[in-house]
């Protein structure tokens, strides 16, 4: 391509992760024309380094009417309409308690579950280790939500991308944008670092952590940090459970596959202070893996032999509450943008691609995004300390 | 070196199919020539990509096998030569290692 020529589109969407190409694949269903730009190459972000799970019971209110259209509609309708079994499941979910302490903290969402329709069961640990036996006896309680669901990421991601594509959508490689160009206020332009120009009537920011650089080339920003994160896997080993597992306070999440391997993950402390440039695939965060691997021996005493064969890490674009941002962008027609997903992004991916294709079709929405406005990040009230609403 | 990436955009014709096909190249996970073949006419381009839509690698060699006939193929659909291709992702331990071992190796004080 050379520079001045200008590569035209109804839509354009920059990121290819599980985000971006669910909103292209669905774009292009509905027979619009889409370019996706990457950075990268296709897919190879957060979308193809997580657990998998869709964690109902710890989604802030906000997201769950997203999450409810995923596990309801978009994620069956993802495993019957792409050429790969992306292993979608309602497999249910233990959240899992220490304490009483814990374990009344978790019986508060119970009613705001209850409103979206949402199962959740408690129990003791007696209950629990009925179910699962393998689960340690140091667990207190438990919480099985109905609602949780998994899929596998990589077939999620790639399988959505191969789909898009054969409908006619242009992905573009090693295309990093660095800019937003506006004409007579619209949205309009995209360049990108070498210099190509790429023009549609809207565009779509699925970027993760990258969409706040590209934001602020519009003077819009959104506040996150950018986390990193580890998980590993294990060897296969006998049934064990269906339902995905967390521990109440984040420590660790966990499922084990249809192959029988036991993926897990972890929260870190350390993991959001990373030095400047450090790269993902070479930096361990030293409180992650280790640690991780003790909390599967100790969540699961009996597979302290089982084997590591596998651990890697991605980033995590978190913001100050932990909820993502989606949104037609008000102050900018044309623009759209879906970031901020603080470490739980892939469980809504199909939704919000789906809810971001319906902006764009100018659509009825199947989900209630109404508070997940980037505007909502506010200075708190000095006086009192606490946030302010708007 | 950055790799460059095989021109998404640029049609490579339709899968047909081979009489050697039912090779198992991977073993770990029993991916076979031909499912190989239709993954680079579904889009997958590289090593990567080519693991993760279908485990090929993901077992427990980790691709320390069949990671080299993987490329082959891959590059043969594609025209290219495989030294084009970059490897897929190492990713730690290099062999698998015993949760137990990891465990103990913290450096906590107990
Ligand atoms: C270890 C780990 C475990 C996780 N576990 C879970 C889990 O179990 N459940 C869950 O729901 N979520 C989980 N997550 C979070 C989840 O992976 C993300 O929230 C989700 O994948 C975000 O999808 P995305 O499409 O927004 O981002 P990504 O997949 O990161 O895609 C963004 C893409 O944009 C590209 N990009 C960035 N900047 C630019 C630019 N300027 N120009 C062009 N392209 C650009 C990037 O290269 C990338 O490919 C986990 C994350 C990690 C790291």
């Known amino acids: 391509m050379s520079s001045k020529e200008v590569r035209k589109s109804d839509i354009i969407i920059i990121g290819s992760g599980a985000v971006g190409n669910a909103a292209a694949y669905f774009l292009s269903s509905a027979g619009r024309s889409v370019t996706v730009l ?26 769950l009417s997203l999450g409810m259209y995923g596990v309801t509609e978009i994620w069956p309708r993802l495993q019957k309409e792409l050429d790969v079994d992306i292993e979608f499941r309602k497999t249910g979910g233990y959240r899992n308690a ?9 019986q508060k969402f119970w009613p705001i579950a209850k409103k979206y329709g949402m199962h959740i069961e408690y129990m003791d640990g007696t209950e629990l ?15 099985h939500c109905e ?9 999620t991601t790639l399988g959505l991308y191969s789909k898009a594509r054969a409908l006619g959508a242009k992905y573009y490689d090693h295309e990093k944008a660095v800019s937003i160009e506006t004409v007579k206020g619209r949205a309009k332009r995209v360049v990108t670092e070498c210099g190509h ?20 080339s519009v003077s819009l920003d959104v506040p996150f940090t950018h986390a990193l994160c580890e998980i590993f896997v ?42 400047e440039g450090n790269h993902v695939e070479f930096t361990l965060t030293p409180d992650n893996v280790p640690s991780g691997i003790k909390g599967l021996t100790d969540l699961f005493p009996s597979l302290e032999n089982i084997k590591i064969v596998r651990s890697w890490s991605g980033w995590h674009d978190r913001t100050p509450d932990d909820m993502c941002c989606i ?23 199909a939704p919000v691609g789906k809810v971001l294709s319906e902006l764009m079709l100018e659509q009825p929405l199947g989900a209630d995004i109404s508070k997940l406005k980037f505007n909502r990040f506010m ?12 | 070196m950055e790799y460059k990436v095989f021109d998404r955009t640029k049609p490579i014709g339709e899968f047909t199919a081979q009489p050697d096909d039912d090779l198992i190249i991977c073993r770990c996970e029993e991916i076979t020539k031909g499912e190989i073949r239709k993954a680079v006419y579904d889009g997958m381009y590289t090593i990567n990509e080519i693991k993760r839509y279908l485990r090929a690698g993901m077992g427990l060699c980790q691709g320390l096998t069949c990671g080299r006939n993987v490329k082959d193929i891959v590059a043969r659909e594609l025209g290219i030569s495989p030294a084009e291709l970059e490897e897929a992702t190492p990713r730690p331990p290099a062999r698998p290692v015993t949760a137990k071992v990891y465990a103990d190796c913290r450096g906590e004080e107990d």
């Not at chain 1, 120009?197 to 602020?216: M, P, Q």
């Open chain 1, 129 to 143: 280790r009925k179910r699962v036996p393998q689960f340690s006896e140091r667990i207190a309680g438990a919480a």
């Open chain 1, 379 to 390: 200075p708190i009230d000095a006086f009192t300390g606490d946030d302010r609403k708007r």
């Open chain 1, 38 to 63: 990457e950075k990268d190459t296709v897919g190879n972000g957060s979308s193809v380094r997580n657990g998998g799970q869709n964690k109902m019971n710890t989604r802030g209110e906000p997201e």
């Open chain 1, 98 to 106: 220490l304490t009483d302490d814990e374990m009344e903290n978790m």
């Open chain 1, 234 to 275: 294990t060897e296969p080993v006998p049934r064990i459970l269906d339902e995905i597992f967390i521990g109440s306070k984040g420590g660790y999440y966990g499922t084990q596959t249809i192959h029988g391997s036991i993926v897990m993950g972890g929260g870190s402390r350390i993991g959001a202070f990373q030095r």
């Open chain 1, 197 to 216: 120009i790429y023009e549609a009537d809207k565009i779509c920011i699925t970027a993760c952590f990258g969409s706040r650089a590209l934001l602020n």
């Open chain 1, 327 to 349: 949104e037609a962008i008000d102050e900018i027609p044309g623009l759209y943008a879906a970031c901020g997903f603080s470490g739980h992004g892939f469980g809504i991916s």
């Open chain 1, 147 to 155: 609602e949780d669901t998994w899929s596998n990421p990589l077939k």
